[in-house]
């Protein structure tokens, strides 16, 4: 199992970013997926799920702003940001989450290492 995350970067407050997670060793009609954060001094906090049929789940404030997507034959996950905060700061990890279900959002079985998401002026 291995995920690897790409597309962060520094943005202006209100911009737009799109991360993608790739996915090897498995596929993602069977797995569910997640995007999770995590800033320095705070606690993980998750941001978007997949399930493996495909439903869309949101947390936080992420709804409205954020839109998980997949292509299945990428096998691929993406997370685009849209009227991004200074408070969306932090690092981006996508993973499986535990039991394989989007229930949660923040803790889960195999992440990768993560992408920076910065968001200032």
């Known amino acids: 199992v291995q995920l690897v995350e790409s597309g962060g970067g520094l943005v202006q407050p209100g911009g737009s970013l799109r991360l993608s997670c790739v996915a090897s060793?498995?596929?993602?009609?069977?797995?569910?997926i997640g995007w999770f954060r995590q800033a320095p001094g705070k606690e993980r906090e998750g941001v978007s799920c997949i399930s493996s049929s495909g439903r869309s789940t949101y947390y936080a404030d992420s709804e409205g702003r954020f839109t998980i997507s997949r292509d299945i034959v990428k096998n691929t996950v993406y997370l685009q940001m849209d009227s991004l905060k200074p408070e969306d700061t932090a690092v981006y990890y996508c993973g499986i989450p535990l039991a394989n279900g989007c229930y949660d959002g923040r803790r889960y079985d195999y992440y990768g290492q993560g992408t920076q998401v910065t968001v200032s002026s």
């Open positions: 060793g498995f596929t993602l009609d069977y797995f569910a």
